[in-house]
């Protein structure tokens, strides 16, 4: 199954054109999507809704860019993705089109935590200029969460904010592989090779507690949880003997996406 057609998405410069949406469906509702490649990687579940709801449906996104105002990612190439201003663009695109419809999606312990070890950290500041630390980033990022929710509020926009799924310790394949026992995949196995679902909300609370603590403070703001689809009690399935629900570490395969339908369809 080919991912459709999306070239609003880290494409260099899109910051500077005029137009930096792409228009996935055509409806009488409008909804906006933004965010990094953990939205990009859930773009087919929610074009799917679209079309059946129709609702006009508007995306754009760089990768390693937050959908948060006042923020900046310390990146080299902000010179030809300029995550700022395209957040900037994407505000000034929801305000002259009327759109009441916004829909967040990102890897947020990426900007937080990293991974389990503590690395693959993307920094954000809020200033280009500034140096950012570890602590900086967390500060940034709660900062830039306090922003982006009271924008929305204060424009009468409705905004859909999904916590990001579970990261994996290892890749989808190095995973299924591991998980054969006599020539077949072992379900079993492959349970107890994903993320436990314990380490998993460990890992993610804090900044969880970020978005949420925030959100409560506005009745226009939706917090969506795909742990409630992707995770039992005791794990959160990299996938089952059949298909990946992971594309790899901690991005969704089409299939795992669409997973994630009966979860988000029911609130647009």
């Avoid at 609003?8 to 509702?29: C, V």
């Avoid at 926009?157 to 890749?171: A, C, D, G, S």
């Amino acid at each position: 199954m080919v991912r459709g057609n999306y070239p609003s998405f880290d494409k260099e410069g899109l910051d500077k054109q005029k137009n930096i949406m792409t228009e996935l469906s055509k409806g009488r509702e409008k909804l906006v999507l933004l965010g990094d490649s953990h939205m990009y990687s859930i773009l087919p579940v929610l074009d799917k809704i679209a079309h059946s709801k129709n609702i006009n449906l508007n995306y754009a996104g760089y990768s390693g860019c937050p959908p948060l105002f006042e923020v900046y990612p310390i990146r080299n190439d902000q010179n030809i993705k300029n995550c700022n201003e395209l957040n900037k663009k994407a505000f000034d695109f929801i305000l002259s089109n009327e759109v009441r419809s916004v829909f967040l999606a990102a890897r947020w312990t990426y900007y937080t935590e990293g991974d389990y070890s503590g690395k693959d950290m993307q920094l954000l500041a809020l200033s280009s200029k500034d140096k950012s630390g570890n602590l900086n980033s967390i500060l940034s990022f709660e900062k830039g969460v306090s922003e982006t929710f009271k924008k929305y509020h204060d424009n009468n926009i409705k905004l859909y904010v999904m916590l990001q799924v579970p990261l994996q310790e290892y890749n989808p394949d190095y995973i299924m592989y591991h998980s054969i026992s006599n020539g077949k995949l072992s379900l079993d196995k492959l349970l107890n090779n994903s993320i436990s679902n314990e380490k998993n909300r460990i890992f993610q609370y804090k900044t969880n507690e970020i978005i949420k603590s925030e959100a409560l403070k506005y009745k226009n703001i939706t917090v969506i949880d795909p742990n409630e689809i992707l995770c039992d009690n005791k794990r959160c399935a990299v996938g089952n003997d059949k298909y990946s629900y992971y594309f790899d570490d901690d991005h969704l395969s089409i299939k795992g996406a669409y997973l994630l339908e009966p979860l988000i369809s029911p609130i647009l």
